[in-house]
């Protein structure tokens, strides 16, 4: 089956923020002042996927009305409204090497253009990342699909007709870490790091997707689709772990 997936991102969020830029700036000049000061990129991507019991205008103007499911959805992150489409995500506590951070974000769901649905990374107002920035973007198509185009069989008497939700996401944080982390191989922290990065998303992004796929059917009063209607690959770093 032909794929509807468009090209995955090949440049930084169009909307990362100059003040989000600013950041990792004023990290990388205070980087080229002392020696104890290194900042680490990390970065992961992935594609992933849901099929819906509905026709794709349906499923489009549940995903518009993001208002009244998205900061219910994103349970256990908590989510603050910031301005008509963005949200302030925090995302919960991560660590390694015992240093720990507990990441927030502001990002946008801006309304789809020609079919396309982008969401991005923001700088949060009156807000300073301690010793980190984050760069995130994700692209999402809608298609219609019949039931024999699906590896999974539907009972035509619940759809006739359905819609695979697909997208692309990439991540990059970029951490100013402490001193004493410095000692370790840069090598052993990069991988790490990019190990970590692509865990988080493992764990946010099906729990994300299940909650948001189970509320859109109980809302049209339609069973759950099955495990294999949800898909999350890893497509980034090169030597991917199994998802």
């Known amino acids: 089956m032909q794929s509807h997936y468009p090209e995955p991102p090949s440049k930084p969020a169009k909307d990362f923020s100059r003040a989000v830029e600013e950041q990792i700036a004023k990290q990388v000049e205070v980087e080229e002042e002392s020696d104890e000061m290194i900042a680490f990129a990390f970065t992961t991507a992935f594609r992933g996927g849901m099929d819906m019991y509905s026709d794709p205008n349906t499923v489009a103007d549940y995903l518009n009305a993001h208002e009244g499911w998205f900061r219910r959805c994103a349970e256990p992150m908590t989510a603050e409204p910031l301005g008509e489409n963005g949200y302030v995500l925090t995302i919960g506590h991560f660590g390694a090497f015992g240093?720990?951070?507990?990441?927030?974000?502001?990002?946008?769901?801006?309304?789809?253009?020609?079919?396309?649905?982008?969401?991005y990374s923001v700088a949060v107002p009156d807000y300073d990342p301690p010793g980190y920035a984050v760069d995130y973007r994700a692209i999402m198509t809608l298609a219609a699909v019949e039931p024999p185009g699906l590896p999974w069989p539907v009972d035509p008497a619940i759809a006739s007709l359905l819609t695979k939700v697909e997208?692309?996401?990439?991540?990059?944080v970029m951490i100013d870490f402490p001193?004493?982390?410095?000692?370790?191989?840069?090598?052993?922290?990069?991988?790490?790091?990019?190990?970590?990065?692509?865990?988080?998303?493992?764990?946010i992004s099906p729990r994300l997707t299940y909650t948001v796929q189970k509320d859109f059917h109980d809302r049209l009063g339609l069973?759950?689709?099955?495990?294999?209607s949800r898909q999350l690959i890893h497509t980034h770093p090169a030597t991917p772990e199994p998802a």
């Open 99 to 119: 240093y720990e951070v507990e990441p927030k974000m502001g990002v946008v769901l801006a309304p789809p253009q020609d079919g396309i649905y982008d969401m």
């Open 179 to 203: 001193t004493f982390i410095h000692k370790l191989p840069q090598d052993l922290i990069q991988k790490t790091g990019d190990r970590l990065l692509t865990q988080i998303v493992r764990q």
């Open 223 to 228: 069973p759950l689709p099955p495990k294999r």
């Open 167 to 172: 997208w692309h996401l990439s991540l990059k």
